[in-house]
């Protein structure tokens, strides 16, 4: 069972600061995504990603398949990228995939 | 736009009164899931549905159940509602086909029930 684990679990930084969530997983995987849920509120799919990096306006993501290892950073923070951010793998079952959530990283962006 | 999405946003029930959650997809997706995530905690897979098969997760509570009558929605009934089971109750759809974009999950907004 592959085990995720999150870095930080709260992390509070002034609006236009750059974030780094970092991931690590336990057991060789395909794909990675990452994932956004604002207090209360569903969960929002940001990336998934398998290689090398990907950017969707100020959030990029990277990951290293040889080391088990993701980043999710935010260039030119904002208060409205206060969320939860969770990282998870893939996980097979009966003709589907389960996701293995990490904890998440609470973020908090302050004007 | 292609969607899920989950009805009612908000439920209240009583201790022990059957309630129903429903989730639909414009997607044309395979797979439906049910995860229930309480707070400050991961969600936690339920069950899941590969077309008509349905799949329980060992350590679901008998006290959950769902139908999926087609391919557009799927239902979870909880028949006996306790406190411990209020928590945001999430749908996601995959469409289980060849590749990574098989995997995807997208998900419902969810809906969170309050158990009084």
């Known amino acids: 069972k592959n085990e995720v684990e999150q870095s930080p679990q709260n992390l509070t930084a002034q609006e236009g600061e750059f974030i780094t969530i970092n991931c690590s997983y336990s057991?060789?995987?395909?794909?990675l995504h990452w994932l956004q849920q604002h207090p209360g509120g569903g969960i929002v799919s940001l990336f998934m990603?398998?290689?090398g990096k990907k950017k969707h306006g100020r959030l990029i993501a990277t990951i290293n398949i040889q080391e088990k290892h993701s980043s999710l950073h935010i260039t030119a923070s904002h208060p409205r990228d206060s969320a939860v951010y969770i990282c998870?793998?893939?996980?097979?079952?009966?003709?589907?995939?389960?996701?293995?959530f990490g904890q998440g990283t609470r973020l908090t962006i302050n004007p | 736009d292609a969607m899920v999405i989950q009805n009612p946003r908000y439920q209240v029930t009583q201790f022990g009164k059957p309630v129903t959650l429903s989730c639909s997809q414009t997607?044309?997706?395979?797979?439906m899931y049910w995860y229930q995530q309480k707070s400050s905690q991961a969600p936690k897979l339920l069950f899941h549905?590969?077309?008509?098969?349905?799949?329980n997760e060992a350590d679901t509570p008998d006290n959950f159940q769902s139908r999926r009558p087609n391919t557009s929605f799927c239902f979870l009934d909880i028949r006996s509602p306790g406190l411990g089971d209020a928590a945001m109750y999430l749908c996601?759809?995959?469409?289980?086909?060849?590749?990574?974009?098989?995997?995807?999950?997208?998900f419902g907004p969810g809906t969170r029930l309050t158990v009084l």
């Open positions: 996601a759809t995959s469409s289980a086909g060849t590749g990574l974009a098989g995997w995807e999950q997208f």
């Open positions: 057991v060789g995987i395909s794909a």
């Open positions: 990603l398998s290689s």
């Open positions: 998870a793998v893939p996980e097979p079952i009966q003709g589907a995939q389960k996701l293995v």
């Open positions: 997607l044309n997706h395979n797979v």
């Open positions: 549905y590969y077309d008509k098969d349905f799949n």
